[in-house]
């Protein structure tokens, strides 16, 4: 499902904030937007009682962990509800854990070697990060070896890259702060969000 949704909206929502008080009104927001797949990181203090928050409601918005980087937070994430994983590198307890959850994951890589382990280790899709080191021609090249694999570039991308990305064939882009601010969140200013994930949105289906 959050592949077919992915392709879909060819777009991902990443929020790092120090605090998210109301994760079912931001998950509204993004998904009156356009942007269904949210991931709430491990960077966020309390983030397993977020994802409960948010996974608890009836937005129609997946809701995944992200900066998942061992077996105990793994675990956290998908006790909390988690519908999917995202790591921002390799790792093979991480992956056996979503794997024996039957939840999706997506591994970080950026070199061909750590592509070719993501998908040994049983990835649905690669995380091509920091996506703003290489830029959309690395992608193509990368598409090349890998032409059907699922690559969602992430780091430092917004509405005027996301395109690019997406035309470099990648399966969608990630959102950040670009669309989910830290000010925007501690406001409420969810119409702000809704504009921005819809714009975002917009340009990589563009």
Request: charged share 20%.
């Amino acid at each position: 499902m959050l592949i077919d949704t992915l392709r879909d909206d060819r777009a991902l929502a990443v929020v790092r904030a120090p605090r998210i008080d109301d994760p079912v009104a931001l998950c509204r927001a993004l998904r009156a937007g356009g942007i269904r797949a949210v991931e709430f990181t491990f960077t966020t203090p309390g983030v397993e009682r977020i994802i409960a928050e948010a996974a608890s409601d009836d937005h129609d918005a997946l809701i995944g962990a992200g900066t998942v980087t061992d077996e105990s937070t793994a675990r956290a994430a998908i006790e909390a509800g988690a519908q999917f994983l995202v790591t921002p590198g390799l790792h093979a307890g991480v992956a056996a854990i979503a794997r024996e959850a039957g939840i999706p994951l997506l591994l970080g890589a950026l070199s061909p070697t750590e592509v070719m382990r993501a998908l040994e280790l049983g990835a649905d899709a690669v995380k091509i990060f920091p996506a703003s080191l290489v830029g959309p021609g690395y992608l193509q090249d990368l598409r090349g070896p890998f032409p059907s694999v699922p690559f969602v570039p992430s780091g430092g991308l917004n509405a005027a890259s996301a395109g690019a990305w997406t035309a470099a064939g990648a399966l969608a882009v990630t959102a950040g702060s670009s669309v989910v601010s830290t000010s925007d969140i501690e406001a409420g200013a969810w119409s702000v969000v809704t504009k921005r994930a819809r714009a975002f949105a917009a340009a990589a289906q563009s």
